[in-house]
């Protein structure tokens, strides 16, 4: 068993404070439309979706990789939730192993995780983290004033990635999305309505897809998930000058307001990846986004594909994404353009999954069965 008790600060964990919630300290750790065959309805239709802020929850999530068919040098790379805010505090993380671990910390994004090498010749590579979390619900109050922020790191969240760039396609479409718009409130929902309008759930988006959103907008294919609806959100606004960013993370737990597709559905996790987003309004601070879970909710939670966001089942979750979350999901970062410590592969452009090579190849973290690693989540009742 390892530990890493170190306690240290990072830029994305100081900057991301809800609005309207509870500082909390600083963080310290011991470690074209395709029809899709229809879901299930739910059981009794779901009327109200208001997520407040409320208690804290405490979760134990656990991820196991096992590497199969190891060859030559084997590596493991697990995501440790790097965020502590008004709504999450990320508290201890130990793992077990027949490799050489170490936790490390990215030097851009404060995205921490667990790096393991393997010997040559080990013929079961494995590792299993656990880290215990505590996470709430948030909702930003319209009428009070939120956390300030520095100009520097407001800057750094309109700076263009890889697969979020700024200009071109991506800056010509926010503009005419937010025309008329004035205030920061206002763009922000011009776009989160555009995204809602023009884009659409794709369910064989392979993943949480790719989010590259400049092939999105110049092929015109508006289908996907939401690495890449999200994605598409954060990009349009941080084109126009307003900070943005992607929160990548997991699902925990079922909705508490009867929204299957907005929670866990069954232990296993290694499906339940998600990814949200945060803007910040001038005067609100940083304010909670998904507009994607809008556009999962009216491809897949009725047995029809709802096409408009004001159904009676959609209506309430369109509104309430624009400023809240559910404290039902867990943030591991919000990494992007990634480089893993002594990888033979490619850079990340997110650090949502697990990855792992042996050999020097790199497997495919968007294949669970085959790479072997599974997520599961125990809640710690008080």
Known sequence: MTTDRRSFLRRAATSVAAAGAVSSPLFHSTRAFAQAAPAAAPAA?????????????????????????????????LPVPSVDSGWQRSLTHDFTSN????????????????HVVFNEGEKAP???????????????????????????TLKFWTEPTKLLPTDGIVRETAQKAVKGARSDREKAQA???????????????????????????????????????????????RSVGLPARDVYGVRLAPSAFGY??????????????????EVHLAGLGWVAMDPADVTKVMRHEAPEWIKSAQHPLVAPVNQALFGSW?????????????????????????????????????????????????????????
Not at 55 to 69: G, M, N, P
Request: glycine letters at 12%; hydrophobic letters at 40%.
């Open 45 to 77: 239709a779901p009327t109200v979706f208001n997520p407040q802020p409320g208690e804290w929850r405490q979760f134990d999530v656990t991820t196991r990789v096992d590497i199969a068919d190891a060859k030559g040098l084997s590596q493991a790379w």
């Open 99 to 114: 490799g050489k671990g170490s936790f490390v910390e990215d030097g851009r994004y404060g995205a921490r995780m667990l």
């Open 126 to 152: 494995f590792v299993e983290l656990t880290s215990r979390v505590q996470t709430r619900s948030r909702a930003v109050d319209w009428a009070a004033k939120g956390a300030a922020e520095d100009a520097a």
């Open 191 to 237: 776009i989160y309505d555009w995204v809602v309008t023009n884009t659409y759930r794709e369910p064989k988006t392979r993943g949480c897809g790719p989010g590259d959103i400049k092939a999105m907008l110049e092929t015109g294919n508006l289908g996907g998930k939401c690495a890449d609806l999200n994605a598409l959100f954060v990009g349009l606004c």
């Open 260 to 277: 299957k597709q907005l929670g866990a559905g069954s232990a296993s996790l290694k499906g339940a990846q998600h990814c949200r987003a």
């Open 326 to 382: 559910e404290g039902n999901w867990m943030a591991w970062n919000m990494a992007h353009d990634l480089k893993l410590p002594g990888a033979k592969g490619p850079e990340l452009g997110f650090f949502m999954y697990p990855a792992a090579e042996t050999g020097g190849e790199r497997l495919d973290s968007y294949e669970p069965d085959a790479f072997k690693y599974q997520i599961s989540a125990r809640e710690i009742k008080a």
